[in-house]
Protein backbone atom coordinates (compact mmCIF):
# COMPACT_ATOMS: atom_id res chain seq x y z
CA UNK A 1 0.00 0.00 0.00
CA UNK A 2 1.15 2.98 -1.21
CA UNK A 3 0.90 5.99 1.47
CA UNK A 4 3.03 9.09 3.66
CA UNK A 5 2.28 9.05 7.37
CA UNK A 6 3.09 12.21 8.80
CA UNK A 7 4.16 13.13 12.45
CA UNK A 8 6.00 15.58 14.54
CA UNK A 9 3.36 17.77 15.73
CA UNK A 10 1.92 19.04 18.65
CA UNK A 11 2.05 22.14 21.17
CA UNK A 12 4.57 24.52 21.44
CA UNK A 13 4.48 28.00 22.62
CA UNK A 14 5.04 31.28 20.18
CA UNK A 15 8.66 31.55 19.12
CA UNK A 16 9.46 27.69 19.87
CA UNK A 17 10.11 24.65 16.99
CA UNK A 18 8.72 22.06 15.97
CA UNK A 19 10.10 19.02 13.34
CA UNK A 20 7.95 16.85 11.35
CA UNK A 21 8.22 14.01 9.50
CA UNK A 22 6.71 12.49 6.41
CA UNK A 23 7.53 9.03 6.19
CA UNK A 24 6.83 7.22 2.68
CA UNK A 25 6.28 3.86 1.54
CA UNK A 26 4.86 1.63 -1.06
CA UNK A 27 6.69 1.57 -4.06
CA UNK A 28 9.75 4.09 -5.47
CA UNK A 29 9.64 7.30 -4.70
CA UNK A 30 12.48 8.59 -7.21
CA UNK A 31 10.55 10.92 -9.03
CA UNK A 32 8.13 12.40 -6.70
CA UNK A 33 8.31 15.95 -5.52
CA UNK A 34 6.90 15.94 -1.92
CA UNK A 35 5.52 18.94 -0.53
CA UNK A 36 4.23 20.21 3.20
CA UNK A 37 0.79 21.86 3.19
CA UNK A 38 -1.61 23.28 6.41
CA UNK A 39 -4.41 24.36 6.95
CA UNK A 40 -6.02 26.25 9.86
CA UNK A 41 -8.82 26.02 11.16
CA UNK A 42 -11.98 27.78 8.41
CA UNK A 43 -9.04 28.22 6.32
CA UNK A 44 -7.88 27.11 2.61
CA UNK A 45 -5.32 24.86 2.73
CA UNK A 46 -1.81 26.82 1.80
CA UNK A 47 1.47 25.58 0.33
CA UNK A 48 4.20 25.54 2.57
CA UNK A 49 7.33 24.15 1.09
CA UNK A 50 8.32 21.29 -1.35
CA UNK A 51 11.27 19.13 -2.04
CA UNK A 52 12.51 17.20 -5.26
CA UNK A 53 12.85 13.70 -4.11
CA UNK A 54 16.93 14.19 -5.56
CA UNK A 55 16.78 16.93 -3.16
CA UNK A 56 17.73 19.64 -6.42
CA UNK A 57 14.52 22.02 -6.10
CA UNK A 58 13.52 23.09 -2.69
CA UNK A 59 10.69 26.18 -2.84
CA UNK A 60 8.85 27.55 -0.26
CA UNK A 61 5.73 29.79 0.26
CA UNK A 62 7.13 33.43 0.75
CA UNK A 63 6.03 33.59 4.35
CA UNK A 64 7.80 30.59 5.35
CA UNK A 65 11.04 31.47 4.36
CA UNK A 66 13.48 32.08 6.31
CA UNK A 67 11.42 30.37 9.22
CA UNK A 68 11.10 26.96 7.94
CA UNK A 69 13.74 24.78 6.76
CA UNK A 70 12.33 21.01 3.96
CA UNK A 71 14.88 18.59 3.89
CA UNK A 72 15.04 14.71 3.34
CA UNK A 73 16.75 11.66 4.07
CA UNK A 74 15.99 8.89 1.14
CA UNK A 75 17.91 5.92 2.96
CA UNK A 76 14.56 6.65 5.30
CA UNK A 77 12.17 7.32 3.09
CA UNK A 78 11.71 10.84 5.03
CA UNK A 79 10.78 14.47 4.51
CA UNK A 80 11.13 16.65 7.36
CA UNK A 81 10.18 20.21 8.08
CA UNK A 82 11.83 22.01 10.73
CA UNK A 83 9.84 24.85 11.81
CA UNK A 84 11.42 27.38 13.90
CA UNK A 85 10.11 31.02 15.46
CA UNK A 86 6.76 29.38 14.85
CA UNK A 87 3.84 32.26 15.92
CA UNK A 88 0.29 31.37 16.27
CA UNK A 89 -0.85 31.98 13.00
CA UNK A 90 0.96 28.81 12.29
CA UNK A 91 -1.52 26.52 14.17
CA UNK A 92 -3.09 23.79 11.43
CA UNK A 93 -2.74 20.86 10.57
CA UNK A 94 0.50 19.98 8.46
CA UNK A 95 -0.04 17.53 5.51
CA UNK A 96 2.46 15.71 3.57
CA UNK A 97 1.89 14.89 -0.35
CA UNK A 98 3.36 13.84 -3.16
CA UNK A 99 3.65 14.96 -6.41
CA UNK A 100 4.51 14.00 -9.81
CA UNK A 101 5.05 17.84 -10.88
CA UNK A 102 7.20 20.51 -8.98
CA UNK A 103 3.99 22.38 -8.13
CA UNK A 104 2.48 24.63 -5.03
CA UNK A 105 -0.97 23.56 -5.93
CA UNK A 106 -2.33 21.17 -3.82
CA UNK A 107 -4.84 19.47 -6.28
CA UNK A 108 -1.48 18.27 -8.48
CA UNK A 109 -0.62 16.32 -5.18
CA UNK A 110 -2.14 12.45 -5.34
CA UNK A 111 -1.08 11.25 -2.11
CA UNK A 112 -1.43 12.68 1.06
CA UNK A 113 -0.98 11.65 4.42
CA UNK A 114 -3.86 12.20 7.82
CA UNK A 115 -2.12 15.49 8.74
CA UNK A 116 -0.46 16.35 12.12
CA UNK A 117 -1.87 18.97 14.28
CA UNK A 118 0.67 22.42 15.07
CA UNK A 119 -0.39 24.12 18.02
CA UNK A 120 0.88 27.21 18.83
CA UNK A 121 0.28 29.29 22.06
CA UNK A 122 0.79 33.04 22.39
Known amino acids: QVQVVESGGGLVQAGGSLRLSCVAS????????MGWFRQGSGKEREFVAL????????YYADSMKGRFTISKDNAQNTVYLQMNSLQPEDTAIYYC???????????????WGQGTQVTVSS
Open 97 to 111: AGSSLQTTRGSDYGL
Open 51 to 58: ITWNGERI
Open 26 to 33: GRTFSNTV
